[in-house]
């Protein structure tokens, strides 16, 4: 492989990065997760608020544009259902659309029982007809543990931005990732081009 073609495979790999970076605007934030349970007793209905978000800093490596959100259920463990429905218009630069649980605990569950909550966010956009494409997807989880009503508190717990896959951090990775294979491509370049400069030295004389 000469060095135009380290080139070559080196830019299309950055604009494979730049790519995904520009598919991954669409965020969400959640009061819980698999590390941070939802604490509920016997009997116990609530309200939980999950905080939608298409790249709220309108950063510059957002793609811009509005996304079509689709909201599954994939486990209630009998406890959760989404009362704000399925369907959510999420417009750019904008963090003001929720995903709304309703969790009822039976009033004969047992202490330290643990269910499992999980639900999958898809972005979607419309072909011909009426099929779906499906694009960016996070599954978000969280236990839901019981407890006795004295150790839990009825205050609303506040938010944590918590993005799966997504980019808080995600600027700052990428442009490491672009300096290394920058540096890279330089290395190569001028390991290839001495190299070049040897075998003509080196060429015999005919």
């Given amino acids: 492989m000469d060095s135009r073609n380290i ?23 959640t009061p819980f997760h698999k590390s941070k349970p939802l604490l509920m007793h016997a009997g116990q209905e609530r309200e939980v608020l999950f905080n939608l978000q298409n790249c709220p800093s309108l950063s510059e490596l957002c793609e811009e544009g509005d996304v079509e959100v689709l909201v599954i259920l994939e486990e209630s463990g009998e406890i959760a259902e989404i009362i704000s429905g399925e369907i959510y218009e999420v417009p750019f630069g904008s963090s003001d659309a ?10 004969s569950a047992v202490l330290e029982t643990e269910y499992l909550v999980r639900f999958s966010i898809n972005s979607i956009s419309e072909e011909s007809g ?57 290395i190569l370049s001028e390991v290839f081009s ?7 030295v080196l060429r015999p004389l005919k």
């Fill in 7 to 29: 080139k070559t495979v080196l830019v299309f790999l950055i604009l494979i990065l730049v790519g995904g970076t520009l598919a991954s605007s669409l965020g969400i934030s």
């Fill in 130 to 186: 009426d099929t779906l494409s499906i694009g960016v997807n996070y599954d978000v989880e969280f236990p839901v543990i019981i407890k006795d009503s004295s150790e839990v508190t009825a205050a609303i717990p506040v938010i944590e931005t918590e993005q799966p896959k997504g980019n808080r951090n995600l600027a700052l990775l990428l442009g490491i990732i672009i300096v290394i294979l920058l540096i890279i491509l330089v």
């Fill in 194 to 200: 001495k190299n070049n400069r040897k075998r003509k």
């Fill in 98 to 107: 929720n995903v709304k649980l309703k969790i009822v605990i039976p009033e």
